[in-house]
């Protein structure tokens, strides 16, 4: 993992205000955390940070802040961003062991074409776009590979099909359903179609059966 670096500036005031006027400025108020560390309230430079946060390792990248002469490894946890035009207001900064296991959601990439889906008019319906995994934090993945290749209809892929790298475990259920194999909406309405005539054939058939007068003795 490529080492990113940030110069910090602390001894900056807090509140609104001096918020507002810090990110006119081009900087972002942040707050530098972890144990063993009180929190110290510090600025970084807006454009270095979203150059920081845009490496292949996005939010989980281990970026070391320069703050009065020492330096942390740190991960960015908690982005504040404008409701309306999502520019970064705050960001917070956990102090990290590099040699201890932390917790990061990492995004799930699908890989391979599901040809024999796509044959049947079939489509790859994601519902989980991460999961959490343990790692050091050098180890930790920028994303998580699912092969969808065998994916047919009705089939699905769960956490337990992804390949996790060397030094990354998770906790979720192995069970978990990442991905299925869904049925065209064209496709499944005309099954519901056929479904539908064919309990009508069933009751039709059962009524006109209950209808006919029992045979004499």
């Known amino acids: 993992m490529a080492d990113i670096t940030l110069v910090a500036e602390s001894g900056r005031s807090t509140g609104s205000r001096p918020a507002r006027r810090l990110r006119h400025a081009g900087r972002i108020p942040a707050v530098v955390y972890g144990t063993g560390h009180d929190p110290l309230s510090v600025t970084v430079g807006a454009r270095d940070l979203r150059a920081a946060l845009s490496t292949d390792a996005g939010l989980n990248a281990v970026l070391t802040l320069q703050i009065d002469g020492s330096s942390y490894p740190t991960m960015a946890r908690e982005l504040q961003r ?3 035009r999502g520019t970064l207001l705050h960001v917070d900064f956990q102090v990290v062991d590099l040699n201890v296991e932390t917790h990061a959601d990492v995004p799930v990439q699908l890989t391979g074409d599901a040809v024999e889906l796509h044959r049947a008019d079939g489509v790859v319906d994601q519902t989980v776009f991460s999961i959490t995994v343990r790692a050091r934090p050098a180890d930790i993945p920028s994303h998580l590979e699912l092969d969808v290749s065998a994916l047919e209809v009705g089939g699905s892929l769960r956490v337990s099909d992804i390949a996790l790298p060397a030094g990354v475990a ?8 990442v991905v299925t194999g869904q049925a065209s909406r064209v496709a499944a309405a005309a099954e519901e179609v056929a479904e539908a005539a ?8 059962a009524t006109e059966g209950a209808a006919e007068p029992a045979p004499e003795g």
Not at 170 to 177: A, L, R, Y
Not at 198 to 205: D, L, N
Request: hydrophobic share 35%; no cysteine; aromatic share 0%.
């Open 198 to 205: 064919g309990a009508e054939g069933a009751e039709a058939a």
């Open 82 to 84: 404008h409701p309306v």
């Open 170 to 177: 998770t906790d979720v259920d192995p069970e978990t359903i």
